[in-house]
């Protein structure tokens, strides 16, 4: 059974950090790519970061280029996200998912582009 299962999510202040995870299982890991998504309340789903699984290649939106910094434990299984300097506009429930690399990235673009496997998500609130 493929699952994914973020943890990390929590309640902090604005400029504090959290590391969100994403945990793998039932499938290949090492021929996919994790991308972790975001949806704030009465907003559409937008792509955050992701991360190729067999040769590291990452992308970040503009929103979050110098504060979140994704990356992978192979051994784990494992996707984490580093989200530092987090702002209130950061606040969402924050989904991983996994693919193809190309379909992952174009997924970032266009949130409906389609993912293979999605989690349930884990929800971050950064107070101001």
């Known amino acids: 059974e493929v699952q994914l299962v973020e943890s990390g999510g929590g309640l902090v202040q604005a400029g504090g950090s959290l590391r969100l995870s994403c945990a793998a299982s039932?499938?290949?890991?090492?021929?996919?790519?994790i991308g972790w998504f975001r949806q704030a309340p009465g907003q559409e789903r937008e792509g955050v970061s992701c991360?190729?699984?067999?040769?590291?290649?990452?992308y970040y939106a503009d929103s979050v280029k110098g504060r979140f910094t994704i990356s992978s434990d192979y051994a784990k299984n494992t996707v984490y996200l580093q989200m530092n300097n987090l702002k209130p506009k950061d606040t969402a429930v924050y989904f991983c998912?996994?693919?193809?690399?190309?379909?992952?990235?174009?997924?970032?673009?266009?949130?409906?582009?389609?993912?293979?496997?999605w989690g349930k998500g884990t929800l971050v609130a950064v107070s101001s």
């Open positions: 998912a996994a693919d193809r690399w190309e379909t992952t990235l174009a997924t970032m673009y266009i949130p409906s582009f389609g993912m293979d496997y």
């Open positions: 039932g499938f290949s890991f090492d021929y996919y790519a």
């Open positions: 991360i190729s699984s067999s040769d590291g290649r990452t």
